[in-house]
């Protein structure tokens, strides 16, 4: 009768508390958990994309868009001629702005190449001149051209107007 039943400390040898080691197991367990499920869902809407919508603008690139295959799209103008402006009044020059199936050529006396860039507004062509830090908009039905020399592209001014010419 001298043993007496065995009991387990309610503190093991580290000094904390039974209850805390099972919670600090528990916030790791749900924390590995959540990052799996993060890193789950970033690799799936990477393998099939977020939207049905995304995955058809990869497998066929918009007419707007400049990843069209370096191709010019057949509804769209290739040429445009036009006439210059200067500080908002008519110049007396005349330009023209063509498609050579990598990039718009701006001539007006002097030939510039310009990148097509994505146009927010999709009746426009945008095109950025990165060595000029010049980018140029107009509509595809021909109109107004204007000029933004800042990279915020928020100070937009009269450049030419033009007509298509194809």
């Given at each position: ?6 009991e ?11 209850f ?16 799996a ?70 001539n ?24 000029y ?34």
């Amino acid at each position: 009768m001298d043993e007496q039943p065995h009991e387990t400390p309610s503190e093991p040898s580290d000094g904390k508390p039974k209850f805390f080691q099972s919670v600090n197991g528990m916030i790791a367990g749900v924390t590995a958990l959540l990052v799996a499920l993060g890193g789950l869902a970033t690799a799936t809407k990477q393998f099939w994309g977020d939207k049905p919508a995304a995955r058809q603008s990869v497998a066929a690139p918009a007419s707007g868009s400049a990843a069209a295959g370096q191709d010019q799209p057949a509804a769209r103008p290739a040429l445009y001629r036009g006439d210059l402006y200067a500080d908002g009044a008519f110049n007396g020059g005349s330009m023209k702005l063509e498609y050579d199936g990598r990039h718009w050529v701006l001539n007006d006396g002097t030939s510039y190449d310009y990148d097509e860039i994505v146009s927010d507004d999709k009746s426009r062509i945008m095109a950025s001149n990165a060595e000029y830090q010049s980018t140029l908009r107009w509509p595809i039905k021909g109109g107004v051209v204007e000029e933004s020399s800042s990279l915020k592209r928020d100070d937009w001014k009269t450049y030419a107007t033009v007509k298509p010419m194809n």
